[in-house]
């Protein structure tokens, strides 16, 4: 079983920032996950992807709607994945999920909440 719990959402102001984390547990997640990533969803829209990290080296992938304004990092030992958004824009409001796929199962994390207003 794995269970993934996001943090860090808020109000935030246009061009300001926020750090994500999503915090991991679960035997079969520390013997068996090979990436995490982030997902979003803004009210009546699909869930997006947003960024995502191999948990082995640490390689990277983004949306071309947040490259070069979040970053995704990961700390092994901690079992813990960050996002960290900069520049952020009204329309990178949305909740916010992390996921993880272990041994062919999805798992999500519960979301935490993104708004960017002024």
């Known amino acids: 079983q794995v269970q993934l719990v996001e943090s860090g959402g808020g109000l935030v102001q246009p061009g300001g920032s926020l750090r994500l984390s999503c915090a991991a547990s679960?035997?079969?997640?520390?013997?068996?996950?090979?990436?995490m990533k982030w997902f979003r969803q803004a009210p009546g829209k699909e869930r997006d992807f947003v960024a995502a990290?191999?948990?082995?080296?640490?390689?990277?992938y983004y949306a071309d709607s947040v490259k070069d304004r979040f970053t995704i990092s990961r700390d092994n030992a901690k079992k813990l994945a960050y996002l960290q958004m900069n520049s952020l824009k009204p329309e990178d409001t949305a909740v916010y999920y992390c996921?993880?796929?272990?041994?062919?199962?999805?798992?999500w994390g519960q979301g935490t909440q993104v708004t960017v207003s002024s």
């Open positions: 990290i191999s948990w082995s080296d640490g390689s990277t």
């Open positions: 679960g035997r079969t997640f520390s013997n068996y996950a090979n990436a």
């Open positions: 996921y993880t796929k272990v041994r062919g199962l999805n798992y």
